[in-house]
């Protein structure tokens, strides 16, 4: 059997490809094209047993009360090797039909979808979800940052076989997650979350999709006995308890966030949207704008479908002074 061919999977985090184009070395170069939080969370000491054996199940537990108490949530929780393992199952909840994902948005959904099996449409209005096998939804979404309600998430439940709801940017913008509502809502729903954005440790390779009863039994299922690392539960554990540190990370992505606005308002740029992770900017053109920061060795994230869109992370607390200049060469 011939396999199905999908269009590209373009994504941030593609510095190889700018260096070889712009030159420099890998430490000159500050790499905003991801919404990662540039200042992790400070990687507690990790129990040598946590290397050693599998995953037991009163560790794995603890991790999932982790969570449910950090989303607010009563719903299952289930670990992923990072929401986009989540993804790569999701097209076996059920048997292939129509998937419809509100666009543009994150790329992996749709080609996951067709990778099995389904047919797959990209609308542009919740009313145009309603009536799919299945539904996607990102929230807040990348990289525009559109949101949401959650009543209208929860009501468009009711009209769709499955409603995936992905909430891999919603750490710093929590009264805009389903979590907490998901006990009165229906048994088709799953919200997905990242662990790795907001706590700035993306190589973890940790995630969760929440979800109730038959559908959270299947994502079980699919998810197999050990589907996350002793270190990434030993770490993520921790890291989700820690309310302070929490507290303290959401203050300093949107004061950052905001002076990410400032540089960009004087370059002539617009904001078209984000999170306090990543903003997203209208340029007069954003494959000019993307080279004229490269060459200050800034490499950024630009869109297919957009000839003005430039999205940018936020840099790290030591490299404020290099974006700085570049913005001041682009105008």
């Not at 999977?9 to 000159?28: E, I, K, Q, V, Y």
């Not at 990662?36 to 991790?63: C, G």
């Not at 904001?271 to 000019?288: E, I, K, M, N, S």
């Not at 297919?304 to 869109?309: E, F, K, L, V």
Request: charged share 20%; aromatic share 8%.
């Amino acid at each position: 059997m011939t396999p199905r061919l999908t269009p590209t999977r373009d994504h941030g985090g593609n510095l190889d490809s700018a260096m070889a184009r712009f030159g420099g070395s890998r430490d000159a170069w500050l790499d905003l094209s991801t919404g990662i939080n540039p200042v992790p969370y400070p990687v507690p000491a990790i129990p040598d047993e946590a290397w050693a054996v599998l995953p037991r199940r009163p560790e794995m537990e603890a991790l999932r009360e982790a969570a449910r108490m950090a989303y607010g949530t009563s719903a299952s929780v289930v670990p992923f090797a990072g929401a986009q393992a989540a993804i790569q199952v999701l097209p076996w909840i059920a048997k292939p039909a129509d998937a419809r994902v509100l666009a543009p948005t994150y790329n992996e959904h749709a080609a996951a979808f067709r990778m099995g099996g389904w047919r797959v449409e990209e609308v542009a209005s919740l009313d145009q979800l309603s009536g799919a096998d299945c539904a996607v939804v990102v929230n807040p979404n990348n990289p525009d940052g559109q949101v949401h309600r959650p009543d209208a998430l929860i009501a468009l439940a009711g009209k769709v076989g499955h409603l995936i709801v992905d909430e891999s940017f919603a750490d710093p913008m929590p009264e805009n997650s389903l979590a907490p509502g998901l006990e009165q809502a229906p048994d088709n729903l799953v919200v997905l979350r990242s662990f790795g954005k907001f706590y700035g440790l993306a190589g973890l390779r940790l995630g969760f999709a929440l979800a109730k009863g038959p559908t959270a039994a299947r994502l079980a299922e699919l998810a197999g006995p050990w589907p996350v690392s002793g270190p990434a539960i030993s770490i993520a554990t921790r890291a989700l308890a820690d309310q302070d540190w929490q507290a303290r990370t959401v203050q300093r992505l949107e004061r950052d966030a905001a002076q990410l606005d400032g540089l960009a308002a004087s370059a002539g740029w617009s904001c078209v949207g984000g999170t306090p992770l990543f903003r997203t900017y209208h340029a007069p053109d954003a494959t000019q704008a993307q080279a004229g920061l490269a060459r200050h060795h800034i490499w950024t994230r630009i869109f297919p479908y957009s000839g003005h869109w430039i999205r940018l992370g936020l840099p790290p607390e030591d490299r404020w002074d290099q974006l700085r200049q570049a913005f001041a060469g682009l105008s």
